[in-house]
């Protein structure tokens, strides 16, 4: 071989190595804003992943996420969105969690946002209108405030025997209020006084569990709230230790032992927050997005508790569950 032809081979190898990286696709970053703690979510953020793939987006291959959580303390929220946008990031995803959702609006006008939230979106100014959201914002409302009337049935429906309801309400979550009117009006509907206990930290929850076992004959409602769904060992422990019949709004509850739980799949929720990701990586703007809102939801009862705590479980509300935990 002559040394001119030896020496052009020689450049176009070393330059193969160029040419491959420069065809593999470049690595998108997602920014993922939480106020809860990463354990008791890693479910929940499978699925997450789950809806990504579905958009074509596998992490580690073409897509990283970024994860900022709160562990709880809402107030490092605004710190946390602001160290994404520095990042920067591609898009922000806040799955379930209002106030990070509120936090990453504040945060950037510019980077693309999606939400999952418990109220409505409009009212919170993260969107204009469902259908067309005209911003850099769109996601998931599942408004489980909606739901509290109707869990406070199904409460009754299983505690007939209840003296008096209670709901325990985190005054720092964005709709304390709402849930709190949606409580009363539901106890009155079906004729029951409710008490409103509060907690927004670990020892407020004990406390309120406390008191609520100097009054035999309590049944519970908890709020729908990022911060009690990452406590949700320990509440439905105390729930148990206490004797008292208890509704939670995820399923994730009723697998921690909790007693029943009905509301939206928050895998769902989750997944199609990954979607709406991975379509905004491809190109589509948030203002294109509608809103969604979810299509299942799903009552979980768990009669291993109920046998703990002396309960029976009317076969109408096993007939209506879409699980059973034995």
């Known amino acids: 071989m002559k040394r001119r032809e030896f020496i052009t081979l020689l450049g176009a190898a070393a330059a193969w190595p ?40 596998v992490e580690g291959q073409n897509v990283a996420i970024e994860f900022r959580w709160a562990a709880g303390r809402v107030e490092r929220l605004p710190e ?92 720092n979550f964005a709709y304390a209020d709402a849930v709190i009117t949606s409580a009363r009006a539901g106890a009155a509907t079906i004729g029951v006084p409710i008490d409103i206990l509060q907690a927004s930290t670990i020892p407020e929850i004990d406390a309120a569990f406390a008191k609520l076992a100097e009054k035999p004959g309590n049944a519970l409602l908890i709020s ?10 320990q509440i439905a422990t105390l729930a148990a230790r206490h004797a008292i019949p208890t509704i ?39 203002s294109d997005l509608p809103v969604q809102r979810p299509t299942k939801f799903e009552l979980v009862v768990n009669l291993t508790t109920a046998r703990a705590i002396g309960i029976t479980v009317p076969d109408k509300l096993i007939a209506l569950a879409d699980e059973v935990i034995e």
Do not use: C
């Open 248 to 286: 939670y709004d995820v399923r994730e509850f009723a697998e921690s032992g909790g007693l029943m739980s009905y509301g939206p799949s928050f895998a769902n929720v989750y997944q199609q927050t990954g979607v709406y990701a991975g379509r905004i990586l491809k190109g589509d703007k948030p």
């Open 18 to 57: 160029l040419a491959a990286r420069a065809q593999q696709p470049a690595m998108r970053v997602i920014g993922f804003l939480h106020s809860g703690w990463a354990e008791p979510n890693v479910a929940l953020v499978g699925a997450l992943r789950t809806g990504l793939s579905e958009a074509g987006f």
């Open 224 to 233: 729908p709230d990022p911060f009690f769904t990452g406590r949700r060992t």
């Open 80 to 171: 946390l969105a602001a160290d994404l946008v520095r990042r920067p990031v591609d898009v922000i995803v806040t799955p379930a969690s209002t106030p990070a959702a509120l936090a990453a609006k504040a945060a950037t006008a510019t980077i693309p946002i999606v939400f999952a939230t418990g109220g409505d979106p409009v009212a919170l100014g993260l969107v204009k209108n469902f259908n067309r959201p005209d911003g850099n914002a769109t996601g998931i409302s599942f408004q489980t405030i909606d739901l509290v009337g109707k869990q406070l049935d199904m409460l009754r429906e299983l505690v007939p025997q209840a003296k008096r309801f209670a709901a325990l309400v985190n005054p």
